[in-house]
Each structure stands twice: as structure tokens, then as C-alpha cells.
């Protein structure tokens, strides 16, 4: 097994500080309970995570259709999915420093000051409550959505009417989801607003353990085509008493965070748990009918459920390295150019007035094909170095020759190659080498 480096986690938390990538939310108010923001870089590698999901599990299917459903729903979904009852975790008291934990990830002792003086496991409900319209009574209470799975569930049968498919398929959603955890932390790993990258896979009921496979390993692939080693990924199969309420067979995608193994994604056998409970609580019928054999069933669900912020996470710390060129010692993240926030950054050799026209001029050849960034103070090599350690694969340079030659330096990131590329075929050059 390969050992996470102990100061991986302080290193790339410290880089995506400096860069710009995450930073801690309302920041100049003392920060706010777990809570972060993605900054200029990080919110282009966020939607390149989720981009790059999208396409694997929509576009480049035809067995799979998107959505977009609503954070706040009637609170009967809740309690038709049985998050109301038992989406809960035990929660626990340090009787000494009044601290709270959840009791499974402790072992018995407060980590806060070592204390074995707890109070019995109690269940605490992780759902946000909050209030719909003008009035604070029961009648209005609504719940924050804790997954968005449930959006898809209740839309089952306006999607199978609509978009003339038939199982097995899928429904697939990304969006915000919230959680009142009891001990986030570990960074952006676990937070209490985060996002989630779901899809409900409906096949005949015959055919669950067979789809429930193939998403296990069509979910792990994922991971590896964008730059993950294998060796830092494992499935982790659930054993009986650690199933949720609904599952008949969960595992878990995790990764080697320098913490440990984490989950960063589980795929679970829904059975036809959901759609059954929708049925009986609204009453409508939510069932496959086949016209051609006559044939009327409920259809059992395989859920992917990913995490946008345990991804990236995962991804730059797979990518974070260090290596030494020209006797110094340069951080490079080698980061999948799928995901890497730019693609190509325009660096004019000098800051002079004769080159800023040329390289601008690049710069907007290159804008509407890929994320560009464009970088013209500081000496070259430590803008370079600057563009290696955010991920970005390419460099173009502008020297004082390109006012001859119509021609520019296109230097590789990992293998620091140099290729003189005339300015007319950069766009192509660049598209061949970039997914
Ligand atoms: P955990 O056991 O870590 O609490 P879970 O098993 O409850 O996670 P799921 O309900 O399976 O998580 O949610 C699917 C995915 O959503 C998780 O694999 C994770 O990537 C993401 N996720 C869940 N809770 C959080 C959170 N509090 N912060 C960030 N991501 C989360």
C-alpha cells in the first residue's frame, strides 16, 4: 500500500490558498463554520470536474438523461424516502469539555480532551429545517435537500413520458445539497454546503446485481482516466449493518487522502425502495409499463452519488508534485488537462510595447477554444513556474523573433519540451494534444 505523504494536506491546502483556488467562506468575518468558496481557479477546476462527469454519464450516452430539480421540496418527500426517520447520526456529549461528536467516528475517548465521560448515542437528524412563506409554524417547515437523488426519483415519471426512453436508464443531476454535520472537517472533505454529482440508474428488477457491477467499475474508471493512480483507489464493498436504510448492496470508490482512505463516491443497489415509497405516500402510480409485452413493473435504481469537493480534493492531491529543473526545485500539478483550470497561458517574453500587440493578439486566437490565461510581469522562468504549479499544460511565449517570423514557443508542462509553432497552426497544434 502506498504511504500518503504526512505534509501532502498542508501543501496543497497552503497552494490553493495562495493561488486561488478555495478559501475559506466570509473570510474577513473570522470564516464561518467549514464553510468555503472557490476562488478564480477553483471554480474553473470545479466545473471541469463536473463537466468531465457530465460528459462521461450524459453526453457521451444515449441511455442517460439530465435534470435540474429543486433544492426545497415538499416536506412529504422527506418522509416518504425516510430521511425524516432515520437520516440521522448518533451524536454524543463530552460530559467534561461539552463538546459534540458523532459517536462511529470516536472510539469512545473526546478527541478535543481525551475524556471517556460521554453521554449515551442520541439521533440527530442532518437535515437543515428552515421556513417556506411568512408564517414560522409547522405548517411551513421545509428541509434544505440533503441529496438530490430524491428530485430525481419524484420526477420519474415526467422524465420516462418525456423523453421516450425505457430501462435501463438513467437520470442523471448535479447541484448544491446540505447536511448539518455533526464534526466537518478534513478541509473540503466534509462540509455542510456541498455538491453532489448524482445519477439514478432504472433497469427491470432481474437486472439489478448485473448493473450494480457495472457501475462499480464504470465509476472507478472514471477516476483513473482522469489521472488518478490506481494504486491510490480502491472499491470498498459495505458490510450488512453499515448499509443505509434503502440499500441492498453499497460500495464505496475511495481514495488515499493523507488522512486515510475516504469515501469520494458511493454506488448503491437502490432496489425498487424509492419509487415504491413515492408511490404509496402520493399515491400515483410510478411504474414501468411495456407496451410491447404487456409487461407493468417497478423498476430497481443504481446510484453513483459523487461529491464535487471531495473529487477536486482527490485530484489535487493525486496531481501535486515536486521536481527539480535547472538545479530548482519547481511544485508542478499535473493535473488531467480535462481538468486543469487553463488550458494555455500567452506569456510575452517582455513586458515592451512592441511585443503586448502580437501577444494579444494571440491571446484572443486562443480565447474562444480554451480557458487562456495571459501573464506578461515578472521574468519568464518564474512565470513558467507560476503556470506549473496551477496545472496548466501549455505555455505560449512570445519573443522578440515571433515579430519576425509569425511564429511562437509552445513549451509542455511535464515534459518541458519546446516546439516552435507558427501562429496560424497553434490552435490546431494545441487541439491535438488537449482531450
Ligand atoms: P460519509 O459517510 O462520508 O458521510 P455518505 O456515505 O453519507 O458520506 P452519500 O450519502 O453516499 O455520502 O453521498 C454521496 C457523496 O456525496 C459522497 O460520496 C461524498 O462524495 C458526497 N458527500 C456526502 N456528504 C458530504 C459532505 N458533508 N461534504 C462533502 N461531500 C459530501
Redesign the pocket.
Known sequence: MPEPSPDLMDKVVNLTKRRGFVFPASEIYGGFRSTYDYGPLGVLLKRNVMEAWWRSMVQLRDDIVGLDSAILMTPKVWEASGHLATFTDPLVDCRKCKERWREDQIEGVCPNCGSTDLTEARPFNLMFKTFVGPVEDEGSVAYLRP?TAQGIFVNFMNVLQTSRKKPPFGIAQQGKSF?N?IT?GNFI????E?E?MEMEFFVPPDEGPKWFEYWCQERLRWYIDLGIPEDLLRMRQHDAEELSHYSSGTA?VEFLFPFGWG????VANRGDYDLTQHAKFSGERLEYFDQASGERYVPHVIEP???V??SMMAFLLAAYDEDVVNDETRTVLRLHPRLAPYKVAVLPLSKKDTLTPTAREVLSILQPHFSTDYDETQAIGRRYRRQDEIGTPYCVTIDFETLEDRAVTVRDRDSLEQDRISIDKVVDYLKERLP
Open positions: 441529496e447536511r454535520e466537518p472533505f466534509r462540509t455542510r456541498f453532489q464505496d469515501e469520494l463516491e458511493g452519488a459523487a461529491g469537493g471531495r
